[in-house]
């Protein structure tokens, strides 16, 4: 009996010192070496640890989780656009009369009405009077361009004038104002919409390139 006992803690004895390094070799929690993976989490409790099934890489950030998609309406306004007007070049017709004209692009989404004014330079007085024809007067909203005419004569046109000295070159003397608007009825497409204010008209600067919208 006493030779079993003396062989049982020989054998004990033998396998601690082994059984110690692979506690530490694999993850035995060991406040004095901490060389195993820091890569992932471990949970210790006393003198064992545990690896997490989840493994993290340092450092660590939380990410956007979509949560919802909430629903986006609009009302579609009208809008037109004028493009590449250039210049009116009047031509001398008769002694007091002048003409000429030129071509706009128009880009618009709804049906239009155009009205043409001529607005005199009040540095250069001119007396007379001005007409003007626009061609197509209405327009039908398209997806591509559409040609506007836009015909300009001065009758009575004042030549005794310290303003328009003989043989002089491209005097400015006025210009052509272009005004615009829907022809339809707007009660019938501004209420009921979802906005809840539309925007206000303002007439456009007198440049080649305008844009209006209701």
């Known amino acids: 009996m006493l030779k079993k006992i003396i062989v049982v803690l020989a054998v004990l004895a033998m396998v601690s010192p082994a059984f110690g390094q692979w506690k530490t070799k694999f993850g035995a929690w060991d406040p004095n070496n ?4 820091r890569t992932v989490d471990w949970e210790q409790d ?10 993290w890489n340092w450092p660590a950030e939380y990410r956007f989780v979509p949560m919802a ?4 309406v609009m009302d579609v306004g009208f809008w037109i656009r004028l493009q590449d007007c250039g210049t009116i070049k009047l031509q001398q017709k008769m002694v007091n009369q002048y003409g000429g004209q030129v071509k706009c692009k128009v880009y618009t989404n709804v ?14 007085n001119l007396a007379g009077s001005a007409s003007i024809a626009l061609d197509p007067k209405f327009m039908s909203p398209s997806k591509g361009a559409q040609e506007l ?7 009575g046109v004042d030549l005794n004038n310290d303003k328009l000295p003989a043989g002089a070159k491209c005097v400015q003397v006025g210009w052509v104002r272009l005004s615009v608007r829907p022809t339809m009825n707007p009660n019938t497409y501004m209420a009921g919409g979802c906005g809840s204010s539309y925007p ?3 007439p456009p600067s007198p440049d080649n390139d305008s844009m209006v919208w209701w």
């Open 34 to 37: 901490i060389s195993f993976d």
């Open 46 to 55: 006393g003198e064992r640890s545990q690896r997490k099934a989840e493994a």
């Open 69 to 72: 998609d909430i629903k986006v």
């Open 111 to 124: 049906a239009i009405e155009w009205k043409g004014d001529f607005i005199k330079d009040p540095a250069v």
């Open 149 to 155: 005419g836009v015909k300009l004569k001065l009758d």
């Open 200 to 202: 206000q008209y303002s």
